[in-house]
C-alpha cells in the first residue's frame, strides 16, 4: 500500500508545505515534481506495469480534452490560479510534471490503488486491476474530480478514465490517456498563453 499512498502523499502536499515555508513556488513546483518522480522510480517495481500502446486510450484522452476545454466557460472550479512560466525552464519542469508525474501518480493511486480497494478492502491486491464494483467506481471517480481545482471536468475526467480501465483492465492505458489529455492541454495553454488551461 505505501507504494501508493507515500507518492500520492508527496505530490499533494509538497506544494503546500514549501509554500509555507516560503519557499518559492516555481522551486517548490519543480521539487514537487521531482521528489514525486524519485519516489514513483523507487516503488516501481512494485507497480508491476509493462506499457502497451492502446488506440483506444488514444482516443478517450482526446475525448477528454475536448470535455475538458468546452466546459471551461462554465467557471466551477475552486480556484483560478494561473501557473505562469516565467522561463524555459520553469517551462520544462511544468511539462514534467504534467505530461509524465502527474498521470502516473494519479492514475495508480486512482485506478490501480482506491478501485480495488473499495471492492476489496482487506486485501486489494487481489482484486484484479480493472474490477468494477459500483461503490469503488463512484469513490474513485468523486476522489479524483475533487482533487482538480476544475471539478466538474475532473470528475468527467474520471469516469472517461475509469472507462477505459473496465474495457482494457490495463493501468498502463489509463496513464496513456491521461498522458495525451495533458500533452493536449499543455499545447493548447502554449499556443494561447492561456496559463489558467493548466
Given at each position: 500500500m505505501k507504494q501508493?499512498?507515500?507518492p500520492i502523499l508527496a505530490y499533494l502536499l509538497a506544494v503546500p508545505?514549501?509554500?509555507f515555508l516560503n519557499v518559492d513556488n516555481y522551486i517548490s513546483y519543480s521539487a514537487r515534481a521531482i521528489l514525486?518522480?524519485?519516489?514513483?522510480?523507487?516503488?516501481w517495481k512494485d507497480y508491476k506495469i509493462s506499457f502497451k500502446l492502446s488506440y483506444f486510450a488514444l482516443l478517450i484522452g482526446i475525448v477528454t480534452f475536448i470535455s475538458w476545454i468546452s466546459l471551461e466557460n462554465m467557471?466551477?472550479?475552486f480556484g483560478n490560479e494561473a501557473f505562469v512560466p516565467i522561463n524555459n525552464l520553469v517551462l520544462a519542469a511544468k511539462l514534467f510534471s504534467m505530461i509524465l508525474v502527474a498521470p502516473i501518480v494519479e492514475e495508480l493511486?486512482?485506478?490501480d490503488f482506491l478501485a480495488r480497494f473499495f471492492v476489496n478492502p482487506n486485501n486489494?491486491?487481489?482484486v484484479k486491476i480493472g474490477a468494477?464494483?459500483?461503490l469503488s467506481f463512484i469513490i474513485t471517480v468523486l476522489v479524483f474530480g475533487f482533487s482538480h481545482s476544475r471539478w466538474v471536468q475532473g470528475i468527467i475526467a474520471g469516469i472517461l478514465y475509469s472507462t477505459v480501465l473496465y474495457k482494457t483492465r490495463r493501468i498502463d492505458a489509463c496513464i496513456q490517456a491521461h498522458a495525451v489529455t495533458n500533452i493536449l492541454l499543455a499545447l493548447l495553454a502554449i499556443y494561447t498563453q492561456n496559463?489558467?488551461?493548466w
Open positions: 501508493y499512498i507515500i508545505l514549501l509554500d514525486t518522480f524519485a519516489l514513483l522510480v523507487y516503488f467557471n466551477l472550479t493511486f486512482a485506478r486489494f491486491e487481489k468494477f464494483g459500483l496559463w489558467i488551461l
